[in-house]
């Protein structure tokens, strides 16, 4: 017999902050963390300093995640990049679960669910309970939560603009991890209120119909496109070489 701990209509926990900060990150995609020397690595840390150097004053910036469509590897690219950001000197970053259809970043960041930005947004969570550390050093995440009914509603909420803006003063840099642009409206809404969108696009499996879809949707809701990050490429890894 299953219990209501069990069950999965029971509510999710709040989350312990220091749990997840004794977590490994473990997965071999997450390469930054895993392979720091690979030439991946290298290259989410070149998108990151393309991003700083779009932002010469240094002032905290909010950044969405998307993709034209499912599976092509948003949550990995967005951790990636969050790690390359982390490793800056000083630096403050936050990654938000904004999925509120698929979550993944507490899997792949190998922690519990817990309660998290629906919560947050439905005024029963603080920020303070929300944001849970990581074991890198500067580094921070706010899971998903519960799946609300209509998440797009809860993400276009004013208090989703509040929350950004509060965010904004306690971290250098905000990523929200978002639904792919061509199912559902809500990471064009999110883009709309963000700094910057960086696409991601998968090689070889995205048609650029799709791509070309995605960037207009973006640009119809006042994105500020900043590029797309390629991944499923297979790169010679030259790193460290001379």
């Given at each position: 017999?299953?219990?209501?701990?069990?069950?999965?209509?029971?509510?999710?926990?709040?989350?312990?902050?220091?749990?997840?900060?004794?977590?490994?990150?473990?997965?071999?995609?997450?390469?930054?963390?895993?392979?720091?020397?690979?030439?991946?690595?290298?290259?989410?840390?070149?998108?990151?300093?393309?991003?700083?150097?779009?932002?010469?004053?240094?002032?905290?910036?909010?950044?969405?995640?998307?993709?034209?469509?499912?599976g092509e590897g948003?949550?990995?690219?967005?951790?990636?990049?969050?790690?390359?950001?982390?490793?800056?000197?000083?630096?403050?970053?936050?990654?938000?679960?904004?999925?509120?259809?698929?979550?993944?970043?507490?899997?792949?960041?190998?922690?519990?669910?817990?309660?998290?930005?629906?919560?947050?947004?439905?005024?029963?969570?603080?920020?303070?309970?929300?944001?849970?550390?990581?074991?890198?050093?500067?580094?921070?995440?706010?899971?998903?939560?519960?799946?609300?009914?209509?998440?797009?509603?809860?993400?276009?909420?004013?208090?989703?603009?509040?929350?950004?803006?509060?965010?904004?003063?306690?971290?250098?840099?905000?990523?929200?991890?978002?639904?792919?642009?061509?199912?559902?409206?809500?990471?064009?809404?999110l883009a709309g209120?963000?700094?910057?969108?960086?696409?991601?696009?998968?090689?070889?499996?995205?048609?650029?119909?799709?791509?070309?879809?995605?960037?207009?949707?973006?640009?119809?809701?006042?994105?500020?496109?900043?590029?797309?990050?390629?991944?499923?490429?297979?790169?010679p890894n030259t790193?460290?070489?001379?």
């Amino acid at each position: 017999m299953s219990t209501n701990q069990d069950s999965p209509l029971a509510p999710l926990p709040i989350a312990d902050p220091e749990a997840s900060r004794r977590v490994p990150i473990t997965r071999e995609d997450l390469v930054v963390v895993s392979d720091p020397a690979s030439q991946q690595s290298e290259q989410f840390r070149a998108l990151r300093n393309s991003i700083a150097a779009l932002n010469p004053d240094g002032a905290p910036r909010t950044l969405v995640l998307t993709s034209a469509l499912r599976g092509e590897g948003k949550t990995t690219a967005a951790l990636n990049l969050a790690f390359a950001l982390s490793e800056r000197p000083g630096a403050k970053v936050l990654v938000i679960d904004a999925n509120l259809h698929a979550p993944a970043i507490e899997e792949h960041l190998g922690v519990a669910r817990a309660q998290g930005l629906c919560e947050l947004l439905g005024g029963r969570l603080s920020p303070d309970q929300a944001i849970r550390p990581t074991t890198l050093s500067g580094l921070s995440f706010i899971g998903a939560g519960a799946k609300p009914p209509k998440p797009s509603e809860v993400l276009a909420s004013d208090r989703m603009r509040t929350l950004l803006r509060t965010l904004k003063q306690r971290f250098n840099y905000v990523l929200l991890d978002t639904p792919e642009v061509t199912t559902t409206s809500d990471a064009s809404l999110l883009a709309g209120m963000a700094d910057g969108v960086v696409l991601v696009v998968r090689m070889g499996r995205t048609p650029k119909s799709y791509v070309d879809q995605a960037c207009r949707t973006l640009e119809s809701m006042g994105a500020n496109l900043l590029g797309t990050l390629l991944t499923g490429a297979d790169l010679p890894n030259t790193a460290g070489r001379r």
